[in-house]
Structures are given as structure tokens and as C-alpha cells.
């Protein structure tokens, strides 16, 4: 079982659509979750930290439950620029110096 | 302008070729990382570094070196290069090692191809 999983996608959606992405992680010792952006071809980067409490950024809601050690993402209002990959990272307890990625779950906001 | 800065950013070379790839940030970060992305398989992490003369093997490892004499700069070695190695590599730095809880910086990336 890979230490952090999402479905792949695509999830193809229309513009101003509201659309969720679901990652597990297998290391109930994790402390610390993140969501990444990638576009095609460019460097990842980093689009929200996701707290225990879950959080939101404008368009952006990540939550976390560590019951069933997940962490999701919903996107409301999608727009055509939110288009990409959305990497799923988690750090391991804190002596770990590792963080782990997802492979990403693709993102199509079609007009 | 706060940046991770690598180069070569494309290289298409040979088997058993020597190469470097060069990364270097200007934010004093203590924590610097090297990834290679493949289709399907995400970033995994190479090699990092927790600062100056300190480096720990990540989860792929084999047929790679590092080394960190500066702060700043943490180059990537292929001392005998080979076609599975062919991959998009990213560097990333963040401040702070100990709760890596800071987000990391990345580079644009390195896309080698061994042939």
C-alpha cells in the first residue's frame, strides 16, 4: 500500500463547479498535511496547509480526519486557471525530515 | 527575488556520463531536498539535507550523491548515469528542518534524458 494515495483522476468538471479530492496516508503518526499545484511541465507549489480544525482560502476548503486518516480539498466556484494537478503531501511524526507525496489527482475545468 | 535555482534546466547525455546538476537558493533555508518525478509515481525524494555537511538518503537513493559544503548550494551527481534515471528532477529548500512544517520552495526543475 503506497503511504499516501489519490485517485489520479481526471475529474473533468464545468466552470463553477464544485468538485472534492480525497488523499489517504497510512502513517496515523503524521503531523503535519499539505496541498500542492502543479501545472503541467512547472514546479509544485504549495496552495494551503491543512490544519486539524480544517481551513479555508478564499475558494478552498482543506479538511483533515485523522479518525480515518484522510485529508480532502474542495474547490468551489471552479474556474478555467484552476486547472491541474493537486499533490496530496504529508510529513511523517516529528523525527521524520521526510515529506511524501501523492502522484496527484488531475483537474479539467472545461467552459 | 527569493528563488531555488537549477541548472542545467534539459540535458540529454550518454550512459556512464558523469553529470551535475546544480542547485542553489537565496534564502538562507536550512533544508534543502532533491525529487524526480515519473509518470504515476509522484515526487519521491532522492536525498536531503538538514544543513551544512549533513545529508540523509531519501527513498530512492541508488546511483545518486550529494553533498552540501555551502549553505546555499546542494548539487545532485550521477557519477555513472543509466536510462532508468531519466526523470524530471526538482530541488525545494525550506527554512526550517525540524517540523518541516514550513512549506518548501521548489526549482523549476531538471528534465534529464540518459540514452
Known amino acids: 500500500r503506497k503511504e499516501v494515495e489519490q485517485d489520479p483522476g481526471p475529474f473533468n468538471v464545468p466552470e463553477g463547479a464544485t468538485v472534492a479530492f480525497n488523499c489517504t496516508y497510512s502513517?496515523?503518526?503524521?503531523?503535519?498535511f499539505f496541498w500542492y499545484r502543479q501545472d503541467c511541465r512547472k514546479e509544485p507549489k504549495l496552495l494551503m496547509s491543512?490544519?486539524?480544525s480544517g481551513n479555508e482560502d478564499g475558494r478552498f476548503t482543506a479538511q483533515l480526519n485523522r479518525a480515518s486518516q484522510y485529508i480532502s480539498l474542495l474547490i468551489r466556484d471552479s474556474k478555467l486557471s484552476d486547472s491541474a494537478t493537486y499533490l496530496c503531501?504529508?510529513?511523517?511524526?516529528?523525527?521524520?525530515?521526510?515529506?511524501?507525496f501523492g502522484s496527484g489527482t488531475r483537474l479539467l475545468v472545461r467552459p | 527575488e527569493a528563488q531555488v535555482t537549477q541548472n542545467p534546466r534539459y540535458l540529454i547525455t550518454v550512459t556512464g556520463k558523469k553529470l551535475t546538476v546544480t542547485c542553489s537558493q537565496n534564502?538562507?533555508?536550512?533544508?534543502m531536498s532533491w525529487y524526480r518525478q515519473d509518470p504515476g509515481l509522484g515526487l519521491r525524494q532522492i536525498y536531503y539535507?538538514?544543513?551544512?555537511?549533513?545529508?540523509d538518503k531519501g527513498d530512492v537513493p541508488e546511483g545518486y550523491k550529494v553533498s552540501r559544503k555551502e549553505k546555499r548550494n546542494f548539487p545532485l551527481i550521477l557519477e555513472s548515469p543509466s536510462p532508468n534515471q531519466t526523470s524530471l528532477y526538482f530541488c525545494?529548500?525550506?527554512?526550517?528542518?525540524?517540523?518541516?512544517?514550513?512549506?518548501?520552495?521548489f526549482g523549476d526543475g531538471t528534465r534529464l534524458s540518459i540514452l
Open positions: 525545494a529548500s525550506s527554512q526550517n528542518p525540524q517540523g518541516l512544517r514550513q512549506p518548501q520552495h
Open positions: 502513517n496515523s503518526a503524521s503531523q503535519s
Open positions: 491543512v490544519y486539524s
Open positions: 503531501v504529508v510529513k511523517g511524526e516529528d523525527s521524520s525530515y521526510k515529506l511524501i
Open positions: 534564502m538562507n533555508h536550512e533544508y
Open positions: 539535507s538538514m544543513n551544512v555537511e549533513v545529508t
